[in-house]
C-alpha cells in the first residue's frame, strides 16, 4: 500500500510486484487537483512576500547589492606611483557586492531552487549522476594539490606529477591501452584530443589529404560530428537500425581509402553494448582508419571488459562520468582520452614520464622523443579533478569498481523490467547496459508527450530522465539510474513511472501538460528566451525617460 | 562497499525480478572471450582512513604555495579566496546537480550563470557574456575559431606578448583546421609592431593585456587597424583582477574579449580546473560558442531563467555547430560569481590596487639587488627581470632556500634565447617579510 505521501507505508511490501504499486494515491491526487486549480505559484494563501515559508524568492545580485558594499576586508595600499602606462580605468564597472552574511544568504536561497544527486534519484541517462563522495572534495582539497601553481619548479610538485602518474596507469589498466593524455578539459575536449592524435597519425602516413571522412553513427552524442567537423573532417552517418546496434556491414560498405575514423559510442546510447564492435574494430583497421570511441558510457562496463581489447585506438574517459568526480551545475569536467600502441606517439604535450628517481614533466614538443601533436590546453589540466578520481578509484579498488558496473547495470535492467508492460521499449525487451531506452509510443493518443512526462516527474520528486536523446527514437526518455540507487530507492523510482503511465492512458493530461506546479518554477517559455534575448541584468531605465 | 547500497540479497531479488539468474546475463552482448573474468590488476577497495593516507603522502611531497614566499604566476595566480566561498561551491545543491536541462529545478544554477554573465560583461565591457568556457586558453582557440565565422577569413595573427601555451592552443588548433597563423616574435618590450601584419587577409589580431611579460598594451590603435581591414580584435588577459583597475578592453575597441578567471574564487590547482571568461559584440551573438543563460517568464508570468540559443550547439547543430564544447566550467563560475558578489566594485579596484602597489614595491626592490634588471616600463603585478645567471638555474636555487620565485621564461619559450629572462608576480598575499626574503635569497644565488 502507499500512504498518503504515495511513498510505501511498508517495505516489505513495496515494489513493482505490488499490485497496488502503480494505482497511486487519491487522496494525494485530489490534494495535487487542488493545488493545480489554484494555479499559481502563489497557491490560495498568499503572502505579503511572495516567498513561502522555505521557498524563498531571491532578487538578482544586481537587484540587491550596493556599488559601494564589499564583504572582503582589504586595507587600502600606502600612496605610491602607479606604472599603468596612463591606461587606468576612469569609468565605473558596475559590479554591486554584498556584504558576508548577505552573500551566505543569497547563494543559500539560489542552492535551495537546484535538485542535485543529493536531493534525489538523478536518472539522466548517458550523464552518470552517482554519488559524489565527500572523501574525495576533502582529497582534492590538500594544499599539496589545491595550492600549487602549475609552473613551480617540478621538484617541488613532485607529488602532485606522483598522483597524475597513478591515475593514468589506473585508467591505462582499466582499459588495456598503450598511453594516456590527461589534459582535456571535458569529455568534448577528450574527443577533440583523440581525433586530432588520429589526424596526425593519418598526416604521418602521408594521407592528411586523401582520409578526411569520419564515420558517426546517428545515435551518437551531438559533440561526436561537431568534434569532427571542428578539425576539418567530413561527417559520413552511419543509419540506425531496428535493433538500436551499429552492424558491420552497414561500416564496411561506407568504408574506403577516404575514412580516416569511426566515432563510435559503446555501449552505445541506446543503452546497449555493441556486440559486433570487434568486427567492426577489425573492418576499420584493415581499412587503414582508426576507432575512435566515446567514452561516455564507461560505467557500464569497468572492470567487466577493456576498451583495448576491442580494438579501440582512442577513447576519452569522463572523470565527472564514470569516476565520480562533480558535475558541479556543467561542469568543470576532465576528459583523459587513452590511446592504442598505434597514437601513442601523438599523445600531446604535456605528459609526466617517470624517470630513475624522480618524475619529469615534459612540456615541449620539442622535448619529447615521441611525436605530440601539440597542445590541448594552457597547463597540465584538471589537477582538481584528478585527485577525486584517484579517491574514487582507490576507495572502489579493483573489486568495488567491477560490482559497481555490475550494480549499474542491474539497477538499469530492473527498471526495464518494472515498466516493460506499461511503457515502450524500441529495441524490444532485452537486457541493457547501465541504462534503459524507452521511446514514446506507450504515449499514443494520450496528448502527453515526452516533455510532459519529464514535468511531472519534476512534480514527484525526481529529477527527469534524458529526453528526445539520442535522436534515432521518437520521444526518447533514456534512464540511467547509476549504482548508487537502493532497491527501495529504485522500487518507489518504477512505482511513480508505473503511476504516471497510467494516468496518461486514463486521461488525466492536465496532470502533465501544465507540470510542473510543485517546481520553484512552472514551466518556462524558452521560445520567448531564444526569440529576444536577455543574457544579462541592465538596470531599470530611469522614471522620466520611461514615462515617454 | 560503502558507496554502494544494494545488499546481496537485493541483487538475488532484483536478478530473479528481472528473470535471470547471473548478472553476466545481463553483460551478455560482450564477446564472450572478452568478458573479464577476474577483477583487473588493481589494488583492492580501501576505507576513508587509507584512502586518506596514501594522497595526504602524496600531497606532503609538494610544496604550497601559502607555505613559503610566492611569487610565480605566468597565467595562475595566487590570491586569498574568502571562506565563504568554498563553503558555497560545496553546497550539494550546486555541487551534484548537472547542467541546467531541467530549468524548473535549476533555477538557482541558471540564476548565478546569468549573474556571472553580467559580471564579466561589466568586466570586460562587452555586451554579451557566454556561461564560461574550460579556461583562458582554450577560449582563446575558440576565440579564434569564432572570428573566423564572422569575418570568413581563416587567418590570425598572434601578439609576441600573448601566453605561449595560449599560442600553442591556438596553434594546435588552427594546424588542425588547416588554418593561418602568424606568430610574432617573442616581444619582451611590449613594442612590437603588430599593426604592419594587419592587412585585407587576416581574420584576427590576438593581443594579450598585460602580456605575458607583464606589459600593459594599449589596444585602441590595434583595434582601429583590424577595423579598417575588416579584421577583429581578440583581446586576452591572463589575469582578471586587472581589469578592476586597468581599461577594459571593450572601451578600447576589442570586439572578442576572452580570459582566465581563476584568480577570482578559484584555486591555484596545479592548472585545472580553471574558469575561461568569454564576452564579445551583441552583433556577433550568433557566433558565439558556449552555453548562453537568458532571462523569460513561467507559465505564472513569474521571472526564471533557461538556457537559450542553443541552436548554435552541438546538441542541436552537431557537425554545423558553432563549438563542440559542452560539460564547461560551471562550479569555478559560481566561485568567480560569489567571489566578485563579496569584493564589489569597491573590493575589486581595492584588490587592484594593492596587487598593484605590491609589484611596484617588489620591483623596485628587486631592481636594487645586483646582478638583476626590471625590464619593463609598465606592468600591473607581474613583470620580468633580466637576471645575471640563467633564470631556471636560479629558480631552482631559490626554491632550495625556501622561495618560489617566478617563471623562467625558458620554460615558456625554450631555445628563443631568454634564459636569463624571469616571469615575476605579486599580489595581495605577499608580505614585506616575503620580499625581504626575495631579494635575500636572490642576493645569496646570483
Not at chain 2, 587597424?225 to 576589442?254: C, D, N, R, W, Y
Not at chain 2, 556577433?284 to 513561467?298: A, I, K
Not at chain 2, 603585478?381 to 617566478?406: D, I, S
Request: glycine share 10%; aromatic share 6%.
Amino acid at each position: 500500500m502507499l500512504n498518503r505521501q504515495g511513498r510505501p507505508s511498508a517495505p516489505q511490501a513495496h515494489g513493482v510486484s505490488d499490485p497496488a504499486a502503480g494505482m497511486g494515491n487519491q487522496a494525494a491526487r485530489l490534494q495535487g487537483d487542488a493545488n493545480r486549480a489554484a494555479g499559481s505559484t502563489a497557491g490560495s494563501h498568499p503572502t505579503f512576500t511572495g516567498n513561502k515559508a522555505l521557498a524563498q524568492i531571491e532578487p538578482l545580485l544586481f537587484e540587491i547589492g550596493r556599488y559601494d558594499t564589499t564583504g572582503v576586508d582589504l586595507d587600502e595600499p600606502e600612496d605610491f606611483k602607479p606604472r599603468l602606462g596612463g591606461l587606468e580605468r576612469k569609468e565605473p564597472i558596475g559590479l554591486p557586492g554584498l556584504s558576508e552574511p548577505e552573500t551566505m544568504r543569497h547563494y543559500v536561497r539560489l542552492s535551495q531552487q537546484n535538485y542535485g544527486i543529493d536531493t534525489g534519484l538523478f536518472p539522466l541517462g548517458s550523464c552518470t549522476m552517482k554519488h559524489n563522495a565527500r572523501l574525495n572534495e576533502r582529497m582534492a582539497r590538500l594544499p599539496g594539490f589545491s595550492d600549487v601553481h602549475p609552473l613551480q619548479p617540478v621538484s617541488t610538485v613532485q607529488g602532485a606529477l606522483e598522483l597524475m602518474d597513478e591515475l593514468g596507469r589506473y585508467l591505462i589498466t582499466l582499459t588495456n591501452m598503450t598511453a594516456v593524455a590527461l589534459s582535456p578539459k571535458a569529455g568534448a575536449h577528450g574527443e577533440l584530443c583523440g581525433m586530432m592524435a588520429i589526424k596526425a597519425a593519418i598526416e604521418a602516413k602521408g594521407e592528411g589529404a586523401t582520409r578526411n571522412v569520419v564515420l558517426v553513427p546517428d545515435s551518437a552524442h551531438g559533440t561526436n560530428p561537431a568534434t569532427a567537423a571542428l578539425i576539418g573532417f567530413k561527417v559520413k552517418p552511419v543509419p540506425a537500425r531496428e535493433d538500436g546496434w551499429v552492424h558491420v556491414e552497414d561500416v564496411k560498405e561506407r568504408l574506403g581509402p577516404d575514412v580516416a575514423a569511426i566515432m563510435l559510442t559503446n555501449p552505445n546510447t541506446c543503452g546497449l553494448f555493441e556486440p559486433q564492435v570487434a568486427e567492426i574494430a577489425k573492418a576499420i583497421h584493415d581499412a587503414g582508419a582508426y576507432f575512435y570511441c566515446d567514452g561516455a558510457n564507461f560505467n557500464a562496463i569497468v572492470g567487466k571488459a577493456k576498451p583495448g581489447d576491442l580494438g579501440v585506438d582512442a577513447m576519452h574517459i569522463n572523470l565527472h562520468k564514470t569516476f565520480s568526480t562533480p558535475h558541479g551545475g556543467g561542469g568543470p569536467g576532465s576528459g583523459p582520452v587513452v590511446l592504442s600502441e598505434r597514437l601513442a606517439p601523438f599523445a600531446p604535450v604535456p605528459f609526466v614520464r617517470a624517470g630513475k628517481d624522480s618524475f619529469e614533466l615534459v612540456e615541449q614538443a620539442s622535448d619529447a622523443a615521441e611525436k605530440p601533436f601539440g597542445r590541448m590546453t594552457a597547463f597540465h589540466g584538471q589537477m582538481g579533478m584528478y585527485v577525486r578520481a584517484l579517491s574514487y578509484m582507490l576507495s572502489h579498488g579493483s573489486d568495488g569498481m567491477k560490482q559497481a558496473s555490475e550494480d549499474a547495470v542491474l539497477n538499469a535492467n530492473y527498471i526495464r523490467a518494472g515498466l516493460a508492460d506499461l511503457m515502450s521499449l524500441p529495441f524490444g525487451n532485452k537486457p541493457c547496459m547501465h541504462e534503459v531506452l524507452f521511446d514514446d509510443a506507450w504515449l499514443k493518443d494520450t496528448g502527453v508527450t515526452t516533455l510532459d512526462v519529464a514535468k511531472a516527474m519534476i512534480d514527484e520528486g525526481y529529477h527527469p530522465m534524458t529526453m528526445y536523446f539520442p535522436l534515432v527514437v521518437h520521444g526518447a526518455m533514456l534512464i540511467e539510474p547509476t549504482e548508487s540507487e537502493s532497491k527501495a530507492s529504485l522500487d518507489l523510482f518504477i512505482a511513480m513511472l508505473r503511476d504516471l503511465a497510467m494516468a496518461a492512458k486514463n486521461g488525466d493530461k492536465e496532470r502533465f501538460t501544465g507540470a510542473p506546479y510543485h517546481a520553484p518554477r512552472r514551466r518556462l517559455d524558452e521560445t520567448r528566451a531564444a526569440r529576444s534575448p536577455v543574457l544579462k541584468w541592465t538596470p531599470p531605465a530611469p522614471v522620466a525617460e520611461a514615462a515617454e | 562497499m560503502r558507496y554502494l547500497p544494494l545488499s546481496d540479497t537485493d541483487r538475488s531479488e532484483m536478478l530473479a525480478r528481472i528473470g535471470v539468474k547471473h548478472v553476466d546475463e545481463l553483460f551478455a552482448d560482450v564477446p564472450k572471450n572478452l568478458l573479464l573474468k577476474e577483477p583487473v590488476d588493481l589494488p583492492r577497495r580501501k576505507g576513508e582512513l587509507d584512502v586518506e593516507r596514501i594522497l595526504s603522502r602524496m600531497s606532503a611531497k609538494n610544496i604550497p604555495a601559502s607555505s613559503v614566499p610566492f611569487f610565480v604566476g605566468a597565467g595562475a595566480y595566487k590570491h586569498h579566496v574568502p571562506a565563504t566561498v568554498d563553503h558555497l561551491i560545496q553546497r550539494s545543491e550546486f555541487l551534484t546537480s548537472y547542467t541546467p536541462y531541467q530549468p524548473e529545478i535549476a533555477q538557482g544554477t541558471l540564476q548565478y550563470l546569468f549573474e556571472f554573465q553580467t559580471q564579466v560583461a561589466a568586466l570586460t565591457g562587452m555586451e554579451v557574456a557566454n556561461a564560461s568556457m574550460y579556461d583562458g586558453s582554450t577560449g582563446t582557440g575558440e576565440a579564434v575559431l569564432m572570428a573566423h565565422r564572422v569575418t570568413k577569413r581563416r587567418k590570425a595573427v598572434l601578439s609576441g606578448g600573448l601566453h605561449p601555451h595560449y599560442a600553442d592552443v591556438v596553434r594546435t588548433l588552427s594546424e588542425m583546421s588547416s588554418d593561418d597563423v602568424v606568430t610574432m616574435a617573442p616581444d619582451v618590450a611590449g613594442a612590437e609592431d603588430i599593426l604592419s601584419q594587419i592587412d585585407d587577409s587576416v581574420s584576427c589580431v590576438v593581443v594579450q593585456s598585460p602580456d605575458v611579460f607583464g606589459n600593459v598594451r594599449d589596444l585602441k590603435p590595434i583595434a582601429d587597424k583590424a577595423h579598417q581591414h575588416g579584421a577583429l580584435l581578440i583581446a586576452v588577459f591572463t589575469e582578471v583582477v586587472s581589469l578592476g583597475l586597468l581599461k577594459s578592453p571593450g572601451s578600447m575597441g576589442a570586439d572578442i574579449v576572452v580570459g582566465e578567471g581563476q584568480s577570482i574564487g578559484n584555486a591555484l590547482n596545479f592548472g585545472g580546473p580553471y574558469v575561461g571568461l568569454f564576452a564579445t559584440q551583441s552583433k556577433f551573438l550568433r557566433q558565439m560558442p558556449g552555453r548562453l543563460c537568458g532571462e523569460t517568464v513561467d507559465a505564472d508570468g513569474n521571472r526564471g531563467f533557461v538556457l537559450t540559443l542553443s541552436t548554435r550547439e552541438q546538441h542541436i547543430r552537431r557537425d554545423k555547430a558553432t563549438s563542440n564544447i559542452c560539460t564547461n566550467s560551471g562550479l569555478c563560475s559560481l566561485a568567480f560569481t560569489i567571489h566578485m558578489t563579496l569584493l564589489g566594485e569597491a573590493g575589486l579596484s581595492r584588490l587592484a590596487r594593492i596587487n598593484h602597489a605590491n609589484a611596484v614595491k617588489l620591483a623596485d626592490q628587486l631592481s636594487g639587488v645586483k646582478g638583476v634588471e626590471v625590464l619593463n616600463e609598465t606592468f600591473f603585478n607581474e613583470f620580468t627581470l633580466r637576471l645575471a645567471k640563467p633564470a631556471a638555474e636560479v629558480v631552482e636555487r631559490l626554491a632550495e632556500k625556501g622561495v618560489l620565485a617566478g617563471v623562467p621564461v625558458s620554460r615558456l619559450l625554450p631555445g628563443a634565447g631568454l634564459d636569463n629572462l624571469l616571469l615575476v608576480a605579486s599580489t595581495e598575499v605577499n608580505t614585506d617579510d616575503d620580499r625581504a626574503a626575495f631579494c635575500a635569497a636572490l642576493k645569496e644565488v646570483l
